[in-house]
C-alpha cells in the first residue's frame, strides 16, 4: 500500500549514458513533483506537473526530460549523465485542497554516476 | 517566500520534549509555516503547518508567535525514532494546483539520546 513509489532505489552508471528513474503514487494526487538532494544535503525542487501538464521548471538543464503519461506517474529520463548528476532523487505528490496542502515524498534514488 | 533560521543541531533526552525553533522575521500575512522532517536515507516527512494559530495533530504541536515573526514545533515525547532533520518552510498557499514548491533550508539535525 506504498503511497508514491520510485524505480529503482539505487542505480550506478557511467558518465554519458542515459538513464530513467520511474515514479509512482496511488493517493489519487493530481500533482507531482521531482526534487534533487546533492551531496551538501540540499534538498530543491526540479519539476512539478499537474495532471500531465508542466507547472514548475526550475532551470534544470536540457539533459533532464520528465515525462508524465498519465496523472499517477512522472518519470526522469536523463540524457548523457555527468558526474554531477549524483544525487538523490525524490519524487513526491500532492493535492491542493482549499488553499493548503502537504507533500508526500517516495523513498528516493540514489544515482550514481562514475 | 520568506526565509526561515534555524539552529543547525540540537540534542534532546529520549522522553522528554523536544522543542525546535524557528525564525522567519520577513514572513507575510499569508505566508504559511509548514514542518517536514527527513530521517536518514528517507525522503522527507510532512509534519504540521499553521498560519497563525497554534496547531496539533498526532505527530507534534506548533507554537506560532502572536507577531508570526517565529514558531516552534514541539515533540511532546521524544523517541529515538524522532531522530531526523527537521525542516521549517514558511511559503504562500499556492493559487495555482502544482505551483507548491517547497524550499528547504538547511534544518535544524535533532538527536534524540537514549
Known amino acids: 500500500d506504498t503511497a508514491v513509489s520510485q524505480t529503482p532505489k539505487y542505480l550506478v552508471t557511467q558518465m554519458g549514458n542515459d538513464k530513467s528513474i520511474k515514479c509512482e503514487q496511488n493517493?489519487?494526487?493530481?500533482?507531482m513533483y521531482w526534487y534533487k538532494q546533492d551531496s551538501k544535503k540540499f534538498l530543491k525542487i526540479m519539476f512539478s506537473?499537474?495532471?500531465?501538464?508542466?507547472?514548475i521548471n526550475e532551470t534544470v538543464p536540457n539533459r533532464f526530460s520528465p515525462k508524465s503519461p498519465d496523472k499517477a506517474h512522472l518519470n526522469l529520463h536523463i540524457n548523457s549523465l555527468e558526474l554531477g548528476d549524483s544525487a538523490v532523487y525524490f519524487c513526491?505528490?500532492?493535492?491542493?485542497?482549499?488553499?493548503?496542502?502537504?507533500?508526500?515524498f517516495g523513498p528516493g534514488t540514489r544515482l550514481t554516476v562514475t | 517566500d520568506a526565509k526561515t533560521t534555524q539552529p543547525p543541531s540540537m540534542d534532546c533526552a529520549e522522553g522528554r520534549a523536544a522543542n525546535l525553533p524557528c525564525n522567519h522575521s520577513t514572513i507575510s500575512g499569508n505566508e504559511y509555516v509548514y514542518w517536514y522532517r527527513q530521517i536518514h536515507s528517507q525522503g522527507p516527512q510532512y509534519i504540521i503547518h499553521g498560519l497563525k494559530n497554534n496547531e496539533t495533530n498526532e505527530m507534534a504541536s506548533l507554537i506560532i508567535t502572536e507577531d508570526r515573526k517565529s514558531s516552534t514545533l514541539i515533540l511532546p515525547h521524544a523517541t529515538l525514532r524522532d531522530t531526523a532533520v527537521y525542516y521549517c518552510i514558511v511559503r504562500v498557499a499556492p493559487e495555482i494546483q502544482g505551483a507548491q514548491k517547497l524550499v528547504f533550508g538547511q534544518g535544524t539535525r535533532l538527536t534524540i539520546n537514549p
Open positions: 513526491a505528490s500532492s493535492q491542493l485542497l482549499a488553499g493548503d496542502y502537504e507533500q508526500y
Open positions: 493517493l489519487g494526487h493530481d500533482t
Open positions: 506537473y499537474n495532471n500531465k501538464e508542466l507547472i
